[in-house]
């Protein structure tokens, strides 16, 4: 009865971990554009410089977050 239970402990301890890859990848990509918006915007004075920008800046901003955030669920 004892083995038992230390089989089943050992293979509840033993579990495989999902791989936390993705969201790794997705973390230095958002923290990369983060890093490159404040390094463009510090240098133009009229960033971005259209409305088309503007909406191109907020959409792959919220595309990053967004895929970080489901690869931290996935990863979990």
Known sequence: M????????A??????EPSK??????GVALACWAVLLFAVGMRATTFPGSAAA???????????????MAASIVTA
């Open 21 to 26: 890859t993705l969201f790794y990848i997705m």
């Open 2 to 9: 004892l083995a038992t239970f230390l089989t089943f402990a």
């Open 11 to 16: 293979e509840l301890v033993e579990e495989e």
């Open 54 to 68: 503007q909406r191109g800046v907020i959409g792959v901003s919220v595309l990053l977050v967004a895929g970080t």
